[in-house]
């Protein structure tokens, strides 16, 4: 993506000699515009900042439709957010009957159409959207689902999907589908790695123009889906697993969810790119070190942002349907939020909103504006582009 880098160092420069006007472009709401380093200000302003996995929680049944009122766009704003890959899934509430997952997903959809509707935004189809976005300092998503639970055996479903404004889908969640994908990574292997429906959906999503996601996979079915992919492929939501944070019980309980260098290199080498989480780090500084440690693996042109978090409030209406969340609080009631939850309120000490945070600190950890460029958004960019190009 030649003429994407050209067009970042041309605005970075542009936005050094305007610091004040981007900050203005850039509202931080309750965080004082005078406590954001100019410099921060200005690449936050010059490049492309996307959360490449973060949730929305919408009803997923239809009787719940519209849902609550949240504010994306002013949450996005705050953070210094081009765009997030905004997602839910369907499996948090156990499937039982034949086509729930579906139903699910469709009413998820539609929920998705009423809050972007009430926010005055839209969905990103391809890249030129993601520019005008970028251009107009307009906040967008890109339309994702994690796990194809909702595809149940059908594969026609992907296109239905894809005419909806889905542009990202995550082949494999926590559970396995009816007709399964693959082997997830925190459930014992049983099928060997990469189904044949699994490799189906790939190609499918490859003709369409859809970005296929191998988070949740194991070692054996990313290696399978790399010989089927026929554009890139990335993983939006990881960490290395080397890089384990200070809870000890925590970072056993998430050991399996990340990925080893050998795994990381082979992913980086087919082109694709490496979401870093926010789950192993207590602070900015701490998570741009482990941004340090996979670019070092790696290299500076296969890692993004996948925070896995949540943009705006959960949405948890005791018994009914919801999407992105897998907890309620004491008798099915709303559940206190968690430090580190909040794609705003990632770290206990936070003093910015979530992209400025981040610049700050990989900064403060020896990047350059052009590396951040690349990280915070570029490197997304370029699968993205490349997936939904026609």
Known sequence: MKSLSACSRRDFLSALTGTGVAMMLHP???????????????????????????????????????????????????????????????????????????????NGLTAMDAELAKNRMKRALNMDDLRRAKQKKQPIV???????????????????????????????????????????????????????????????????????????????TVAMALKVAQQPVFISHTGLNTQLGTNPNFAKMMYKRLISKENAKIVADAGGVIGVWTHLADTPLAYAQNIRALVDVVG??????????????????????????????QNGGPQKPRVGERTNEAWADQKAGFYYAVVDAMLKTGFNEEEISKIGGGNFCRVFDAATKK
């Open 142 to 220: 890109i339309q994702s689902v994690e796990g194809g639970h909702w595809l149940e055996g059908q594969l026609d479903r992907v296109e239905v999907g894809y005419k909806r404004g889905l542009r990202h889908l995550t082949l494999l969640h926590d559970s396995d589908a009816s007709t399964p994908l693959g082997d997830v990574y925190t459930n014992v292997p049983v099928f060997g790695g990469l189904t044949k429906f699994g490799a189906d959906v790939i190609t499918e999503c490859n003709r369409l123009g859809i970005l296929v996601d191998l988070a949740h996979c194991d070692g054996n």
């Open 300 to 329: 500076v042109d296969h890692v993004c942002i996948g925070t896995d978090t949540k943009m705006t409030p959960a949405y948890r209406k005791p018994g009914s349907g919801f999407g992105g969340d897998k907890g309620k609080g």
């Open 28 to 106: 931080l709401s309750s965080w004082a515009i005078s406590d954001i380093d100019p410099r921060v200000a200005a690449i936050v302003a010059a490049s492309y900042g996307i959360d490449t996995h973060n949730h929305v929680d919408v009803p997923l049944t239809k009787e719940d439709i519209p849902g609550p009122d949240i504010e994306l766009a002013g949450e996005m704003k705050r953070a210094g957010l081009t765009a997030i890959c905004m997602t839910f899934a369907v499996d948090y509430q156990q499937l039982v009957n034949p086509g729930d997952a579906y139903d699910r997903f469709l």
